[in-house]
């Protein structure tokens, strides 16, 4: 299945972003493409695509086109979102041009996870196609597992 959504006004006529989607299970390939990407590059804002769903939860993908955060500066940021009221673990793999990047880790329900120097802004430069970014994301809600125990117990015998 292919899930193509209509661009996002985000204001003005001139920004839009796009998120295609491809579902099977419990695992989702998104693409977020963010048009004329070099006029965000220099905002602080962070942009935000559409929710879309995995396995019955709710997710979406954050990006910062240029962090607050000194030590991060001149580098854009990617991230995934819990939009759920409930902490899942997920295996996620960002990639951007010939750039990538994963991670196992849980997220904490209405919180995010991700990099915040995926890459610097000369490397993102090269990779804009007709200006625009485009981030693929490769992700799986994983199962949560119980675990049983069980087994016999050692007899105790006083001496």
Excluded at 41 to 68: C, R, Y
């Amino acid at each position: 299945i292919k899930l193509t959504m209509p661009p996002l006004f985000s204001g003005s006529a001139d920004e839009w972003s796009f998120l295609s989607n491809d579902a099977t299970g419990s695992s989702m390939i998104v693409e977020f493409t963010i048009d004329k990407f070099a006029k965000q590059m220099n905002k602080t804002s962070f942009l935000k695509s559409h929710q879309f769903t995995v396995k019955d939860t709710l997710w979406h993908i954050g990006v910062a086109p240029e962090s607050e955060a000194e030590e991060a500066k001149r580098y854009v940021g990617v991230f995934i979102f819990n939009d759920n009221d409930k902490d899942f673990n997920v295996t996620c793999k960002f990639i951007i041009g010939d750039e990538e990047d994963e991670f196992d880790n849980k997220i904490e329900k209405n919180e995010g996870f991700g990099f915040n120097t995926f890459f610097s802004h000369g490397h993102c430069l090269n990779v804009l196609n007709d200006g625009r970014l485009t981030i693929k994301v490769e992700m799986t809600v994983l199962e949560e597992e119980g675990t049983l125990i069980y087994g016999k117990g050692k007899q105790f015998n006083p001496i």
